[in-house]
């Protein structure tokens, strides 16, 4: 009764309170001590505000407490009716994509198919992201089960490979996928790679990829691929160094 009685008398300083340099410490402590509708009281309180907060320092640890210990739906539903029209913003700035995160790591699935939605719509923008891609890599593995989901994933890591393979950031979301699905489920990712073994062995950051299906024994006809590459080498302008990587195959294929 006490604790309730200080939320109401707290309620409209509750979003200044969460983004101070001090008392998001308080914030943190008091939280731990909230029932379900005492944090649903909070999470009303700063609906308005809570994207604001979540990409603030200090207030995205102060939320990030909060949704840390939802354990009612209602909550759930309250947290996503705020962040429902930011989602990818939220993905993408540095401090809020720690919110998205927690969500991801904390909600049941079916909450989560409005994230999962959003972030297939900016697919390549999200994958090829600095913290856009550790959200993605958090979603695939928490929907692993899925087979739905992870379809619609393969499906966009497929089409958009190009220029995901390619990217510094979206080539571990390739590796990432592969990790997480195994080499049958990617199989169209993984033909697609050896299409194309070439230029994606030279390049800086797709040869992160194709070193790591060496490592997996993922492709089951690289070694003629390799024989092909090492002979006739000069006709692609490839020079020795650059293909360090599919010498490496044929080691690993004796082994």
Not at 215 to 237: E, P
Request: proline share 2%; hydrophobic share 40%; net charge neutral.
């Amino acid at each position: 009764m006490e604790l309730d009685q200080l939320l109401q008398e707290i309620g409209p300083h509750i979003g200044d309170l969460m983004v101070d340099p001090y008392a998001n410490y308080m914030f943190g402590s008091l939280s731990q001590s909230c029932a379900p509708h005492q944090r649903l009281y909070i999470l009303q309180t700063i609906s308005n505000r809570l994207v604001d907060i979540a990409c603030d320092k200090k207030g995205t640890h102060a939320i990030q407490s909060l949704v840390s210990l939802i354990s009612s739906k209602q909550e759930e539903e309250m947290v996503e009716n705020s962040i429902k029209n930011h989602i990818i913003f939220l993905t993408l700035d540095s401090q809020g994509t720690h919110l998205i995160k927690k969500i991801i790591a904390r909600f049941s699935e079916d909450r989560l198919n409005l994230i999962f939605c959003k972030l297939l719509e900016r697919f390549i923008q999200v994958v090829n992201h600095q913290f856009g891609l550790c959200v993605l890599k958090d979603l695939i593995t928490k929907l692993k089960n899925n087979q739905e989901k992870c379809h619609f994933i393969l499906i966009k890591m497929r089409d958009q490979l190009d220029d995901i393979v390619q990217d510094p950031f979206g080539n571990y979301g390739v590796q990432h996928v592969i990790d997480v699905y195994g080499d049958q489920k990617c199989t169209p990712i993984i033909d697609k790679i050896l299409q194309k073994l070439v230029q994606l062995s030279i390049h800086k950051y797709s040869s992160n990829v194709v070193g790591e299906m060496h490592s997996r024994n993922l492709c089951k006809n690289i070694k003629t691929i390799h024989q092909t590459i090492v002979t006739r080498w000069h006709l692609f302008g490839i020079d020795e160094k650059q293909i360090w990587n599919l010498c490496s195959t044929e080691s690993s294929l004796r082994s």
